[in-house]
C-alpha cells in the first residue's frame, strides 16, 4: 500500500501548565474562537481559573489542553496542506480525537469533560487514594518484568517498547523508581489520580450512569483508531464506549500505529501540547513526524531589523 496519506494524532495529557494554556487560548485567533465556544458551553470563564491553578488535573485544564490540541491541528493542518484519512488519540488525547473525527461536537465534549472531572474529583477523594500510574522510560519489556516482580501493580499503559505507564499503591512507588533506575531506566511523570486501570471499574460504572448517559454521540466521518485495541471506530455508539472505557482499559499505542500504516498513512500530525509522542522511536519508525506544540506558537519571533538610510 503506498503510505501517501495523512492523520491526525493528539497526545495525552502530561504535566500540562495551565497558565501556557490560557496564554495560547488568547493569542491564537482559531483557539480564541474555540474558547467562545467553550465558554458558551459552560456558562462560565474557563481564562479565570487557568490563571489560578497550576498543573492539576482540574476540569479547566482538561478543556483548555482539549481546546489547545484542537486549535494547533486546525492551524497546522492548514499549513502543511494536510488531508487526515484517520485520526487517533493517546490517553486523553482521544477526546480531541472524537471531536476531530466528527463524533460529538466542541460544546458537547466540553460539558462532557466538565461533567467527567468533576465526579473524578469527588469519587478520588475518597476511594482509591493510594493508587497512582507512573510513566517509565527506556525500560524493555522483560526488564519491567523483572523489576515489577513481587510489586501489586497493573499495566496502564504501553507506549513503545520501552515506554510503558504502571499502576500500583503509592507505598510501593519508591521501590519502583528505585528498581527502574537500577535497571538504566527512567521515571518520569507520576499521574495523581491513577488512570487506565481496571481498579478504576467502580469509577466507571458511576461515570456511565452519571455523565455519560446524557450524551450522544454521532457516527464519526473519519475513523477514529482506538488506542486501546488499534480497531477503527465507526459508530457513534463505539465512539461513546471509547472514551467511557478508556477509564479501565490501558493505552496500547503501538496498536494503534501499527493500525495507521494498515490505512496508507505515511505522515502523521501531533497536534497538541506533547511531552512523549515525538519522541517515541517506535512512532518515527513508522510515520513521518510533523508537530504541532503549544510552544512553538508562543515562542516569542524575532522582531525585524529596520532599515537605515545612508
Same mark, same amino acid.
Given at each position: 500500500m503506498d503510505n501517501s496519506a495523512d492523520a491526525v494524532l493528539f497526545p495525552g495529557m502530561g504535566p500540562a501548565r495551565a497558565g501556557e494554556l490560557g496564554r495560547f487560548l488568547v493569542v491564537d485567533p482559531r483557539a480564541r474562537r474555540l474558547l467562545g465556544i467553550a465558554e458558551r458551553a459552560l456558562g462560565r470563564s474557563l481564562l479565570d481559573p487557568l490563571a489560578r491553578e497550576g498543573e492539576e488535573y482540574t476540569e479547566?485544564?482538561?478543556?483548555?489542553?482539549?481546546?489547545?490540541?484542537?486549535?494547533?491541528?486546525?492551524?497546522?493542518?492548514?499549513?502543511?496542506?494536510?488531508?487526515?484519512?484517520? #485520526?487517533?488519540?493517546?490517553?486523553?488525547?482521544?477526546?480531541?480525537?472524537? @471531536? =476531530?473525527? $466528527?463524533?460529538?461536537?466542541?460544546?458537547? !465534549?466540553v460539558r462532557l469533560v466538565d461533567g467527567v472531572a468533576r465526579l473524578e474529583r469527588s469519587y478520588f477523594e475518597t476511594t482509591h487514594r493510594d493508587l497512582v500510574s507512573q510513566f517509565v522510560y527506556r525500560t524493555p519489556e522483560a526488564a519491567l518484568e523483572e523489576i515489577l516482580d513481587g510489586i501489586e501493580h497493573e499495566r496502564s499503559g504501553r507506549f513503545d517498547d520501552e515506554v510503558h505507564l504502571v499502576t500500583l499503591r503509592e507505598s510501593t512507588l519508591d521501590e519502583f523508581v528505585r528498581r527502574v533506575r537500577a535497571a538504566g531506566g527512567y521515571a518520569l511523570t507520576t499521574m495523581r489520580p491513577a488512570a487506565h486501570a481496571r481498579a478504576l471499574g467502580g469509577l466507571r460504572d458511576r461515570l456511565a450512569e452519571e455523565v455519560f448517559g446524557s450524551f450522544?454521540?454521532?457516527?464519526? #466521518?473519519?475513523?477514529?483508531?482506538?488506542?486501546?485495541?488499534?480497531?477503527? @471506530? =465507526?459508530? $457513534?455508539?463505539?465512539?461513546?464506549?471509547? !472514551?467511557?472505557?478508556?477509564?479501565?482499559?490501558?493505552?496500547?499505542l503501538p496498536e494503534l500505529v501499527h493500525r495507521f500504516a494498515r490505512l496508507g498513512v505515511g505522515r502523521v500530525l501531533v497536534a497538541g501540547p506533547d511531552h512523549l509522542l515525538h519522541r517515541l522511536p517506535g512512532l518515527k519508525a513508522a510515520v513521518t513526524l510533523v508537530c504541532a506544540d503549544v510552544k512553538d506558537v508562543l515562542k516569542p519571533q524575532p522582531r525585524p531589523r529596520l532599515a537605515v538610510a545612508a
Open positions: 479547566h485544564t482538561q478543556i483548555a489542553f482539549a481546546l489547545a490540541s484542537l486549535a494547533l491541528a486546525e492551524r497546522a493542518e492548514a499549513e502543511h496542506g494536510l488531508t487526515p484519512v484517520a #485520526v487517533g488519540g493517546a490517553s486523553f488525547g482521544e477526546r480531541a480525537a472524537v @471531536v =476531530r473525527g $466528527g463524533a460529538l461536537p466542541l460544546d458537547e !465534549l450522544g454521540f454521532s457516527d464519526p #466521518v473519519l475513523p477514529i483508531v482506538s488506542d486501546q485495541d488499534g480497531e477503527p @471506530v =465507526r459508530t $457513534g455508539d463505539e465512539a461513546k464506549s471509547l !472514551l467511557l472505557e478508556s477509564t479501565v482499559n490501558a493505552v496500547r
